[in-house]
C-alpha cells in the first residue's frame, strides 16, 4: 500500500500560516487512522476453538432446549453463526478429536475408537499455523494418549482427567492445579491468551465436563433441585426391528451405576458387568475432594440418599437415576457456560473481539433419554448430530441460522482458508468459509457420511449415509443388520423401513450413495 504523506515546508509564510497547519494536522491524522485500519483489516485473525465433551445440542438454549439456559454458549450463535445441520464422523471421544485435528476420516487419520493411539507425527491444522507463524496452544483433555505437537505450549489432563483438584500433564511434567476443572482450564487458557495476545494465536480450550459422571462444581450442587424433567417421549423405545440397539449396554433403565452415576454410597447395590470399574472409580473421584469439600458435597447430597433410600418399584429407581443423571450433566454445563462467558468478556475487554475467531462445538452429541439412552455412538440423530457455532465479527453478520450439513471434518480446511494458507490436498473436509460469509454455497454437499468401529458397551460397528429425508445405517461384525428411515414422517427415528416394499427404490439409491462416499473417502468397503 503507498501512502503520499504531506510534509512541511516552514521556509514558506503560507505553511506557516495557523489554518494551513491545522488542515495538515487533520489530514495526517486521517491518514494515520486509515493506515491503522488498514493493518487491522490485514492482520491474521486469533482462533479460540472451545470443545466440551459430550455437551448435547438439547442442552443449549440457543438450540431450544427447555432443559438449561445458556447464554454465553447463546452468544457465540447470535453474533455469529448457529450450525443447525452439524455432525460428526465418529461419535465417539478421541475418534472424533483426531478428525477434527487433521481434517481427516478415521479410517485415513489411524484412530478409530477410543483405545487407539493417535499418530501425533502426522499433519494437523495447528503444527500448519504454527509453521505460518501462530503461536499455538492445546489446553484440558486431550485423550489422544500420544504427546501434542504442533503446539507452542501444551498442559493436558492424564487420559480422562478428574473434576476436582485435576492433575494435568504440562508440557511432559506432572503438575496438579486446586479448584473445579472447568474453571482451572480457562484460568491457565486465559493466562496464556494474556502472554500471548501480541501475536496471531490459534488456541484448543478442550473442556472435560460435562463427560460422564459429571461431577458438579461444588457452587452448583443445589442448581436444579427445584426442577423435575419429564422422560423423553421415547424413552421406553422397544427397539422393535433394531438389532443395534437390542445389543447395547447403554441404557438409563439398566445400565447406570448408583454409586458412580447417582452419586449415592450403596454397598449393596447391584453392580452390572458393564460397570464392574464403576464403583472404584467413583471412590478415586470423590477422594479428591479436601475435607471441606467434601462437606459441602455430604450436605448437598444427603437428600438424595432419603429419597433413595425410600424407593420400592424398578419405575421409581429408574425416574430418579434419571433425575439425578440430568441434574448433574446440566450442573457441569452450567459452569462451562460460565466460563464460555469469562473467554468472551475478557475478547471484550482486551479489545480482541472484531479480529478473533470463536468457535463452540462439542466432540460429538449425546443422548439425554431419547430411546432410553445415555452416552453416544450411534448414528441415531442425538449422538450423530454435534452443536456448532462459530462467530467472527470481522468478516461474518451477525444472528445467522444455517441449515447445511457441515461435520467435523470441516473445522481444519475452514481455518486454513480463513488464514490465507492453502488447504491440503488431502484432507478431506471442506472450507466454510463461504458458506459462513454469505449463508449459502451451491456446491455444498447433500448428504454425509458416517462410520463408527468401536465394539465397547455392546456396541456394532456402522456406517451410514443421511439426506435431508432418509438415513441408511448398516450393522456390521457381529451381526449384518440394515435400518432405514424416513426422518420426514419419523424424526425420532422408531420404525424401521428397511422392509416396507415402497422404500425398495430409496434403499437402493441410498446404498450407491454410500458405495459413493466411501470410494470417495476412501474408506475400505464392508458389506
Same mark, same amino acid.
Given at each position: 500500500?503507498?501512502?503520499?504523506?504531506?510534509?512541511?515546508?516552514?521556509?514558506?509564510?503560507?505553511?506557516?500560516?495557523?489554518?494551513?497547519?491545522?488542515?495538515?494536522?487533520?489530514?495526517?491524522? @486521517?491518514?494515520?487512522?486509515?493506515?491503522?485500519?488498514?493493518?487491522?483489516?490485514?492482520?491474521?485473525?486469533?482462533?479460540?476453538?472451545?470443545?466440551?465433551?459430550?455437551?448435547?445440542?438439547?442442552? !443449549?438454549?440457543?438450540?431450544?432446549?427447555?432443559?438449561?439456559?445458556?447464554?454465553?454458549?447463546?452468544?457465540?450463535?447470535?453474533?455469529?453463526?448457529?450450525?443447525?445441520?452439524?455432525?460428526?464422523?465418529?461419535?465417539?471421544?478421541?475418534?472424533?478429536?483426531? /478428525?477434527?485435528?487433521?481434517?481427516?476420516?478415521?479410517?485415513?487419520?489411524?484412530?478409530?475408537?477410543?483405545?487407539?493411539?493417535?499418530?501425533?507425527?502426522?499433519?494437523?491444522?495447528?503444527?500448519?499455523?504454527?509453521?505460518?507463524?501462530?503461536?499455538?496452544?492445546?489446553?484440558?483433555?486431550?485423550?489422544?494418549?500420544?504427546?501434542?505437537?504442533?503446539?507452542?505450549?501444551?498442559?493436558?489432563?492424564?487420559?480422562?482427567?478428574?473434576?476436582?483438584?485435576?492433575?494435568? !500433564?504440562?508440557?511432559?511434567?506432572?503438575?496438579?492445579?486446586?479448584?473445579?476443572?472447568?474453571? /482451572?482450564?480457562?484460568?491457565?487458557?486465559?493466562?496464556?491468551?494474556?502472554?500471548?495476545?501480541?501475536?496471531?494465536?490459534?488456541?484448543?480450550?478442550?473442556?472435560?465436563?460435562?463427560?460422564?459422571?459429571?461431577?458438579?462444581?461444588?457452587?452448583?450442587?443445589?442448581?436444579?433441585?427445584?426442577?423435575?424433567?419429564?422422560?423423553?417421549?421415547?424413552?421406553?423405545?422397544?427397539?422393535?426391528?433394531?438389532?443395534?440397539?437390542?445389543?447395547?449396554?447403554?441404557?438409563?433403565?439398566?445400565?447406570?451405576?448408583?454409586?458412580?452415576?447417582?452419586?449415592?454410597?450403596?454397598?449393596?447395590?447391584?453392580?452390572?458387568?458393564?460397570?464392574?470399574?464403576?464403583?472404584?472409580?467413583?471412590?478415586?473421584? !470423590?477422594?479428591?475432594?479436601?475435607?471441606?469439600?467434601?462437606?459441602?458435597?455430604?450436605?448437598?447430597?444427603?437428600?438424595?440418599? /432419603?429419597?433413595?433410600?425410600?424407593?420400592?418399584?424398578?419405575?421409581?429407581?429408574?425416574?430418579?437415576?434419571?433425575?439425578?443423571?440430568?441434574?448433574?450433566?446440566?450442573?457441569? !454445563?452450567?459452569?462451562?457456560?460460565?466460563?464460555?462467558?469469562?473467554?468472551?468478556?475478557?475478547?471484550?475487554?482486551?479489545?480482541?473481539?472484531?479480529?478473533?475467531?470463536?468457535?463452540?462445538?462439542?466432540?460429538?452429541?449425546?443422548?439425554?433419554?431419547?430411546?432410553?439412552?445415555?452416552?453416544?455412538?450411534?448414528?441415531?440423530?442425538?449422538?450423530?448430530?454435534?452443536?456448532?457455532?462459530?462467530?467472527?465479527?470481522?468478516?461474518?453478520?451477525?444472528?445467522?441460522?444455517?441449515?447445511?450439513?457441515?461435520?467435523?471434518?470441516?473445522?481444519?480446511?475452514?481455518?486454513?482458508?480463513?488464514?490465507?494458507?492453502?488447504?491440503?490436498?488431502?484432507?478431506?473436509?471442506?472450507?466454510?468459509?463461504?458458506?459462513?460469509?454469505?449463508?449459502?454455497?451451491?456446491?455444498?454437499?447433500?448428504?454425509?457420511?458416517?462410520?463408527?468401529?468401536?465394539?465397547?458397551?455392546?456396541?456394532?460397528?456402522?456406517?451410514? /449415509?443421511?439426506?435431508?429425508?432418509?438415513?441408511?445405517?448398516?450393522?456390521?461384525?457381529?451381526?449384518?443388520?440394515?435400518?432405514?428411515?424416513? @426422518?420426514?414422517?419419523?424424526?425420532?427415528?422408531?420404525?424401521?423401513?428397511?422392509?416396507?416394499?415402497?422404500?425398495?427404490?430409496?434403499?437402493?439409491? @441410498?446404498?450407491?450413495?454410500?458405495?459413493?462416499?466411501?470410494?470417495?473417502?476412501?474408506?475400505?468397503?464392508?458389506?
Amino acid at each position: 500500500m503507498y501512502v503520499h504523506i504531506p510534509y512541511f515546508r516552514f521556509l514558506n509564510p503560507y505553511h506557516m500560516r495557523p489554518g494551513y497547519l491545522i488542515s495538515s494536522l487533520l489530514s495526517l491524522s @486521517l491518514i494515520l487512522i486509515n493506515c491503522a485500519a488498514f493493518s487491522q483489516s490485514q492482520k491474521k485473525p486469533n482462533i479460540i476453538f472451545i470443545v466440551s465433551d459430550d455437551h448435547a445440542y438439547q442442552a !443449549i438454549s440457543s438450540y431450544g432446549s427447555k432443559l438449561i439456559n445458556t447464554p454465553n454458549i447463546d452468544r457465540i450463535a447470535r453474533e455469529g453463526v448457529r450450525m443447525d445441520k452439524a455432525y460428526v464422523t465418529n461419535s465417539v471421544c478421541s475418534a472424533s478429536r483426531a /478428525v477434527i485435528l487433521t481434517g481427516k476420516y478415521s479410517h485415513v487419520n489411524g484412530l478409530r475408537d477410543n483405545g487407539t493411539f493417535f499418530d501425533s507425527s502426522q499433519q494437523t491444522f495447528p503444527k500448519l499455523l504454527q509453521q505460518a507463524g501462530y503461536k499455538t496452544a492445546v489446553i484440558g483433555k486431550w485423550h489422544l494418549w500420544s504427546q501434542p505437537t504442533g503446539f507452542d505450549y501444551w498442559n493436558i489432563l492424564p487420559a480422562q482427567g478428574n473434576y476436582y483438584n485435576p492433575g494435568f !500433564i504440562k508440557m511432559g511434567k506432572d503438575t496438579a492445579y486446586k479448584g473445579y476443572i472447568t474453571d /482451572v482450564i480457562t484460568d491457565l487458557s486465559l493466562n496464556w491468551i494474556e502472554q500471548n495476545k501480541g501475536n496471531p494465536f490459534c488456541l484448543l480450550l478442550w473442556h472435560k465436563a460435562p463427560h460422564r459422571n459429571c461431577m458438579p462444581p461444588l457452587k452448583y450442587l443445589d442448581r436444579f433441585n427445584d426442577k423435575t424433567f419429564p422422560l423423553p417421549a421415547n424413552f421406553y423405545d422397544d427397539y422393535r426391528d433394531r438389532l443395534g440397539l437390542q445389543r447395547q449396554h447403554i441404557t438409563m433403565a439398566k445400565d447406570l451405576d448408583i454409586r458412580y452415576d447417582s452419586k449415592i454410597p450403596c454397598d449393596t447395590c447391584t453392580v452390572t458387568t458393564i460397570n464392574n470399574w464403576a464403583p472404584a472409580e467413583w471412590r478415586r473421584e !470423590i477422594d479428591r475432594l479436601t475435607p471441606d469439600e467434601r462437606k459441602v458435597w455430604d450436605a448437598a447430597y444427603a437428600k438424595e440418599i /432419603v429419597e433413595f433410600n425410600k424407593i420400592k418399584t424398578d419405575d421409581e429407581r429408574i425416574r430418579f437415576q434419571y433425575q439425578r443423571y440430568l441434574e448433574d450433566y446440566l450442573r457441569c !454445563i452450567q459452569d462451562v457456560d460460565d466460563n464460555v462467558g469469562r473467554v468472551l468478556d475478557y475478547l471484550d475487554r482486551n479489545n480482541m473481539r472484531e479480529n478473533t475467531i470463536v468457535i463452540y462445538m462439542s466432540d460429538q452429541g449425546f443422548y439425554l433419554g431419547e430411546h432410553g439412552l445415555y452416552d453416544k455412538r450411534f448414528m441415531y440423530e442425538e449422538s450423530f448430530r454435534t452443536p456448532m457455532m462459530i462467530r467472527y465479527p470481522a468478516q461474518v453478520k451477525p444472528n445467522q441460522k444455517n441449515s447445511a450439513f457441515a461435520l467435523n471434518l470441516d473445522i481444519a480446511p475452514t481455518l486454513m482458508d480463513w488464514i490465507g494458507l492453502p488447504i491440503p490436498a488431502d484432507m478431506q473436509g471442506v472450507s466454510m468459509k463461504k458458506l459462513l460469509q454469505k449463508g449459502k454455497d451451491e456446491n455444498w454437499r447433500k448428504e454425509i457420511y458416517y462410520h463408527y468401529y468401536e465394539q465397547s458397551f455392546g456396541l456394532t460397528p456402522h456406517y451410514g /449415509v443421511k439426506t435431508n429425508r432418509y438415513k441408511l445405517i448398516h450393522f456390521y461384525g457381529a451381526i449384518n443388520s440394515w435400518e432405514l428411515y424416513d @426422518l420426514k414422517k419419523d424424526k425420532s427415528e422408531m420404525h424401521n423401513l428397511i422392509n416396507a416394499p415402497k422404500y425398495a427404490n430409496t434403499i437402493s439409491q @441410498l446404498k450407491e450413495k454410500i458405495k459413493h462416499w466411501q470410494q470417495y473417502y476412501k474408506d475400505p468397503i464392508k458389506q
